[in-house]
């Protein structure tokens, strides 16, 4: 997905909403949302600025930030000084869904095509292994943001559904990340419901 339109939203603030701090007890430390920042420069005029970026991302306790994944705003941070350019972050994270024992590894879409392919595939892949061997998780790595998208998160049916929940905040003036999938029910009447049937 390539939406110039989506506004970026800091992870720190999409952290507190819908945030489930009380489940991330049941994690091991490692297992738990994580976050960082990195230091970015504007090519524009020049100004640096740190941006948070997750390290790990715990899907369960911290469902507003697959909503971020889905609508293409997490790893984007915009310019403070001259608000005319939208970074897209190069960093490396994992995404680790409990409830399908699921751990990806998210690497740059540009490291596959760079690095030969299949092979850059499998190695980076025994690195994934050997780093969860405790874990009782299945592991696999994908090349930006949007084959995570395809491959575990329902793709662009799912992107509209997030799409959808976007729009609705707007009218209902809320922040992102206030309407998510796991509570989405709350906000929509029937007949415009982004999941289930009518
Ligand atoms: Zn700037």
Same mark, same amino acid.
């Given at each position: ?16 909403? +819908?945030?489930?701090?009380? !489940?991330?007890?049941?994690?091991? %430390?490692? !297992? ?6 990195? %230091? ?11 941006? +948070? ?16 994944? !889905? ?6 941070? &915009? ?22 024992? =699921? ?24 690195? !994934?292994?050997?780093?969860?061997? %405790? ?13 995570? &998208?395809?491959?575990?998160? +329902?793709? =662009? ?8 929940? &976007? ?12 309407? &998510? ?18």
């Amino acid at each position: 997905m390539s939406d110039t339109n989506v506004q970026p939203a800091p992870l720190e603030m999409m952290h507190e909403i +819908g945030s489930r701090a009380d !489940l991330a007890e049941e994690f091991p %430390e490692h !297992l738990r949302t994580k976050f960082s920042e990195v %230091e970015l420069m504007c090519p524009k005029c020049r100004s640096e600025w740190g941006a +948070g970026v997750a390290m790990l991302i715990n899907a369960k306790t911290d469902p507003a930030a697959t909503e971020g994944i !889905l609508r293409g705003s997490m790893h984007r941070s &915009r310019c403070p000084a001259c608000k005319n350019y939208v970074h897209d972050i190069m960093h490396i994270w994992d995404y680790y869904d409990p409830d399908n024992e =699921q751990i990806v590894q998210v690497r740059m879409d540009w490291e596959y095509k760079a690095g030969g392919g299949e092979e850059v595939y499998f190695k980076r892949l025994e690195d !994934l292994v050997m780093k969860y061997q %405790e874990d009782e998780v299945k592991v696999d790595v994908v090349f930006g943001m949007q084959e995570l &998208r395809d491959k575990y998160l +329902g793709g =662009q049916e799912a992107v509209d559904a997030a799409m959808r929940r &976007r729009d609705k905040e707007i009218e209902l003036k809320l922040y992102p990340g206030n309407i &998510r999938a796991d509570n989405e029910s709350e906000f929509f009447d029937d007949e415009d419901a982004t999941t289930g049937t009518a």
